[in-house]
């Protein structure tokens, strides 16, 4: 069969399952004849049936797979046309297109670019009015964000065309669940931040999708059957705090049985009643916190006795299980650690210090020397880059 657009998704660690969440709603929104596969699945045959390759570039660390991946599928079938996209293709964008046998590179938000592109290069309609786009003959203006609606109607759902990674999909393995883009925090390492979204997806404001949509796709998770565990990232209770949403968003969510494993991490400390409240909705819980305030984005420690009340009060749960995250690098996190580990059953302790990566404050893509520099920084890194997590 002839495949209008397959998806590879590059892969170098263990964690590699994961595919960025937008990308299953991108190809689902194509209504083409679609496949996705991890590189590792990659054929002959496969790419000699193949018209369109699209493949995520999203942190720096498959900046070396990509190349790869770019040049042996060129090898097999010149013909192809690859599209790249992800929040390292667009700070990068420039310098990629340049070096890489890279077709176009969607930048920032996707939804409306990559449809239009592909199409339009399967029915050979022009491309030079389709923002977010860049070529080795066009860089068109990059005036696309996604909009409400179009996050709202995301099918993130739809993966028979993905069938590795539905098989992947498993308890401590799960499906992520659209619910914002953005942060209220500015975390310089973490593409999410708010400055580095303004950069990269030129958002101004939070885009956080309507309960009632991410209530729909919960439930079609637990009729799937295949899909037992789930993640949603954004903490709404924070987000309540800082009134971007009020109590009723919160209750659509938490206010009903879910046969579903739970992965949620709170971006703050939780109260009791709202750790209550998240427990008693699924099946099973995974839940994190940090040792820091603000997931992370300061290095203020959270105050040590709320946080062992959280970890007594989820002993006592038969259905949760906690997650401490930190930077391990850290002498008095480390102690923490080991001490929380020790004392605590069903207590896990992670470092999270790897995840802090030096992003766009270093590559801004307007600074084509310092994207360079930065370019050559992250290539060389991807390298050798292995994930690991844990105390030694
Ligand atoms: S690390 Fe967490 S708090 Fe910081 S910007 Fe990213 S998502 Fe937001």
Not at 237 to 258: A, E, G, M
Request: contains cysteine; proline residues 3%.
């Amino acid at each position: 069969m002839q495949i209008d657009t397959l998806y590879v998704h590059p892969t170098v660690t263990k964690d590699d399952y994961i595919i960025p969440m937008g990308v299953i709603g991108l190809m689902n929104s194509l209504n083409l004849n679609i496949k996705g596969i991890y590189d590792y699945e990659l054929s002959k045959e496969l790419l000699l049936s193949t018209k369109i390759v699209a493949m995520d570039l999203h942190g720096y660390f498959h900046l070396k797979k990509i190349e790869e991946l770019a040049s042996k599928i060129k090898s097999i079938n010149k013909k192809i046309k690859i599209i790249i996209g992800g929040y390292t293709a667009t700070i990068l964008s420039s310098v990629i297109i340049g070096i890489f046998d890279i077709d176009y590179i969607v930048v920032g938000d996707s939804e409306r670019p990559f449809k239009e592109l592909v199409h339009n290069l399967l029915f050979n309609r022009p491309i030079d009015k389709i923002p977010n786009i860049i070529s080795r003959r066009i860089k068109t203006q990059h005036s696309y964000s996604t909009t409400k609606d179009e996050f709202n109607s995301i099918d993130s759902l739809s993966l028979d065309w993905f069938p590795s990674y539905k098989n992947s999909i498993k308890i401590n393995n799960p499906h992520f669940i659209p619910t914002l883009r953005g942060c209220l925090y500015d975390c310089a390492w973490c593409y999410g931040g708010k400055n580095n979204q303004l950069e990269i997806c030129r958002r101004k404001q939070l885009l956080i999708r309507d309960p009632e949509f991410i209530v729909n796709d919960i439930l079609k998770c637990e009729e799937d059957g295949k899909i037992q565990e789930i993640f949603i990232m954004g903490d709404f209770f924070d987000l309540q705090r800082f009134n971007k949403i009020d109590f009723s968003y919160i209750k659509k969510i938490f206010s009903r049985k879910y046969n579903l494993h739970f992965y949620y991490e709170f971006y703050n400390l939780p109260s009791i009643k709202e750790l209550r409240m998240v427990i008693s909705c699924f099946k099973k819980c995974t839940l994190g916190i940090s040792f820091f305030k603000n997931h992370g984005q300061s290095f203020h420690l959270n105050d040590m006795e709320k946080i062992k009340k959280i970890v007594e009060f989820v002993q006592k749960m038969e259905n949760a299980k906690l997650i401490i995250l930190g930077d391990m690098r850290m002498q008095p996190i480390k102690d923490y650690g080991k001490f929380f580990i020790n004392r605590y059953r069903n207590v896990e302790v992670k470092n999270d210090c790897l995840w802090r990566m030096p992003v766009p404050q270093y590559c801004s893509v307007k600074n084509k020397k310092d994207n360079q520099n930065q370019f050559k920084v992250f290539y060389n890194m991807s390298k050798v880059w292995k994930l690991e997590y844990g105390l030694d």
